[in-house]
Nanobody, 127 residues
Framework: QVKLVESGGGLVQAGGSLRLSCAAS????????MGWFRQAPGKEREFVAA????????YYADSVKGRFTISRDNAKNTVYLQMNRLKPEDTAVYYC????????????????????WGQGTQVTVSS
């Protein structure tokens, strides 16, 4: 069982930056692939970024590529999402996820189905 708790959301002006953190419980954190999803009002939840258990590979949605960076610190059981050059369309609730394999986090031939979800943190970008 893995419990995920996000933090770091808030209100920021367009062009600004935020760093989200996701603290995970459980001694097996380092064995999980981790990801971030987001859901804007009236829209479906969408994939944002993911990272393998080792941190050796990262994946991004086209909409955030070059602006967002996912990273992890297995010693601290924490995954991060550094968000730069934020846009109003980045406004959403951001969710941290964990899965036993990267294929369960990154959408591909099959929908992403992470094993665990956090409660979400609100990010609002004003224009």
């Amino acid at each position: 069982q893995v419990k995920l708790v996000e933090s770091g959301g808030g209100l920021v002006q367009a062009g600004g930056s935020l760093r989200l953190s996701c603290a995970a419980s459980g001694r097996t954190f380092s064995s999980y692939a981790m990801g971030w999803f987001r859901q804007a009002p009236g829209k479906e939840r969408e994939f944002v970024a993911a990272i393998t258990w080792s941190g050796g590979s990262t994946y991004y949605a086209d909409s955030v590529k070059g602006r967002f960076t996912i990273s992890r610190d297995n010693a601290k059981n924490t995954v991060y999402l550094q968000m730069n050059r934020l846009k109003p369309e980045d406004t959403a609730v951001y969710y941290c996820t964990a899965a036993s394999g990267i294929a369960a986090v990154v959408p591909g031939p099959f929908p992403a189905r992470p094993d665990y979800w956090g409660q979400g943190t609100q990010v609002t970008v004003s224009s």
